[in-house]
């Protein structure tokens, strides 16, 4: 499907140029979830918002951060729920990995309703959160975004931005990346995040 | 279905393997979405927040702004998508509309698959809207809330909160209750937010 | 002296009707500083935001919270800062003190330049705290406002507004008012903001 | 130095009583004021929150944003106070300016007082803006900073933040640097913000 899915409208095909009348068949390889994966402070969120500005609307944002804003209080800071430690390391239990796979649920339907998603997200698990994130989001065209940035330099934005526990960047850079396997990468420690996100839009189909 | 919060249950029915009969006569009558209508600055969120404090959690909570947060910057004031006047009014077009249904199919899909979820809203269209969110919300429970507030209050309080531009509370206080049927209402010029919560969480079942 | 010292200017004169030519015997009769003080969630922000509405402008607003928001990473949590204990109890330390002092004559020097000023305060010392600010305004015409709130109607507006750790708004309620005295005290339980900023207007000369 | 920091130093120069002459010769070469002159999206934030952490405490922030939100709505977006015009131009008006001037006597009071104050500023009327800011701080030490970013660089990182009208930052990138003198300059194009706190910290005395 391309774009919304009202007959007639063709809201992103007028856009594109050349649509065929296999609207269907456009829809198996068009892209309808963009994830974008790196460590707090790495610059998601930023490239995120570039993406809406640079794809032909609508792309809509959402991320884990909403999720835990969704939260109610009595999960936020406790053992079952979302908890942050002294050094920034962050650790989840049952109840919150629970509302994620249903919030992943209702993000994947979201996008087979025709919505164009782009998911900012940090896989603590590393490999493992990207398959329950694929498993999720089956039958759905996604693209996998990397957003690496040096520990250091992470670290260091952590403090410019002052709204972050410290170290929670240093102690995500590396690992939500190991064995995650991505269609294109970005480093926001050498491109600005619109730059970023032009390298990432030029895959998304 | 047994839902969240219950000691000794399974969270996920896929995760309990066998669900007795008696589960599934217990799921048909558990609310597992409420949802909350009223104007701009009527308390909405406010409620939102106490419910989850003195429901069993975990109660989720999603609304209408946290989609509007979502949304590019192209839909952001323009005509497609939503825009406030400069008295307050506001205007969706059809791009918002097709995002919203979209996101209305995702909240169902998550409370499907298990999630709890508290929705804030406010029905722009009265009676028409309740139609929409209904018929994406088919097959669940839902409680139906609506939160009142006298147009004089709301617009008293939207002076006081300062983020929202003047004369959205008033122009919205009447007209989103216009023909909506509710389970429950609550009136915030008369009870405060904590007070409305406890009235509302009686009916949840 | 009428609002802003610039002789000649007559900022706030003009919008006053009769303005005699002993400008400065008016100035000394006229409020340079409102000081609302009251427990957290008692609703000081929103009647401050309120008063600037009733009020002729411009009076800005300042507060404790901005001093907070300030203040270096360092300080925030610390023993010699500012630090919020597990049920909301705030304690304040040598090098907050100081700085507060600072910031004091601060807000004390831009009254004497000539801007009207709403200090949206905490006194966690009672009387002590009064006297400490009195010093500081010293040859200023302030107008004391106490802001009070029954601590159970405080404690429920700190769960719906969601932003303050449990227990700060019962703590104060009653403690940040022993010994202070006042030109006029108005009750947020029982009033709306805006009516609670109508009523100190008229004590605003 | 006089300051705040150092163990066994009397805090505030009045409360000492008796200073001797190295210590007002010490106090002649501190560094009181730290002003950072830079366009929209320029990343001048960022380094001040990265001097709070890099400095001996407390250096205290606060900028031109801090007084936009202190001031009533009527001076929003209103031509005698600041505005925002469509292409992200900003104009300021007679009431605004004063009340920057009032503020500004306060910061000046305030570091008189022994706060260290790092200010964060836009010089729109560049030069005739720095001349006003160092009328205010007479007697101060200051340190200018020129707080460079090339104006593409600036309006995607602009984009990127996403809360800023479009245009703010490429219409002020040169403009506020004309014909202003600084002590150091920063390049936020070329160098994170913790570094650019590194460099400015060097000329602290």
């Not at 990346?177 to 050498?190: F, K, L, N, R, S």
């Given at each position: 499907?391309?774009?919304?899915?009202?007959?007639?409208?063709?809201?992103?095909r007028?856009?594109r140029?050349?649509?065929?009348v296999?609207?269907?068949?456009?829809?198996?390889?068009s892209t309808?979830?963009?994830?974008?994966?790196?460590?707090?402070?790495?610059?998601?969120?930023?490239i995120?918002?570039?993406?809406?500005a640079?794809?032909?609307?609508p792309?809509?944002?959402?991320?884990?951060?909403?999720?835990?804003?969704?939260?109610p209080?009595?999960l936020?800071?406790?053992e079952?729920?979302?908890?942050?430690?002294?050094?920034?390391?962050v650790t989840?239990?049952?109840?919150?990995?629970?509302?994620?796979?249903a919030?992943?649920?209702?993000?994947?339907?979201?996008a087979?309703?025709?919505?164009r998603?782009?998911?900012?997200?940090?896989?603590?698990?590393?490999?493992?959160?990207?398959?329950?994130?694929?498993?999720?989001?089956?039958?759905?065209?996604?693209?996998?975004?990397?957003?690496?940035?040096?520990?250091?330099?992470?670290?260091?934005?952590?403090?410019?931005?002052?709204?972050?526990?410290?170290?929670m960047?240093?102690?995500?850079?590396?690992?939500?990346?190991?064995?995650v396997?991505?269609?294109?990468?970005?480093?926001?420690a050498?491109?600005?995040?619109?730059d970023?996100?032009?390298v990432?839009?030029?895959?998304?189909?």
């Amino acid at each position: 499907m391309a774009g919304w899915s009202q007959p007639g409208h063709g809201l992103l095909r007028g856009e594109r140029g050349a649509v065929t009348v296999a609207g269907l068949e456009e829809a198996n390889t068009s892209t309808q979830v963009i994830v974008l994966n790196g460590g707090s402070s790495s610059g998601k969120t930023g490239i995120a918002r570039c993406l809406q500005a640079v794809l032909p609307p609508p792309w809509i944002r959402l991320g884990v951060d909403d999720l835990v804003d969704a939260l109610p209080p009595s999960l936020d800071g406790s053992e079952s729920g979302v908890a942050v430690g002294r050094h920034g390391e962050v650790t989840v239990g049952d109840d919150f990995r629970r509302i994620e796979a249903a919030w992943m649920s209702g993000i994947a339907a979201m996008a087979t309703a025709g919505a164009r998603i782009i998911v900012d997200d940090v896989f603590l698990g590393g490999a493992a959160s990207q398959e329950r994130t694929r498993a999720h989001l089956a039958g759905l065209t996604v693209l996998w975004v990397g957003v690496r940035c040096a520990p250091e330099i992470a670290a260091g934005r952590e403090v410019a931005r002052g709204d972050r526990v410290s170290g929670m960047a240093a102690s995500q850079a590396a690992r939500v990346h190991e064995g995650v396997v991505y269609d294109v990468e970005v480093d926001t420690a050498h491109a600005e995040s619109l730059d970023c996100a032009r390298v990432i839009a030029a895959y998304v189909t």
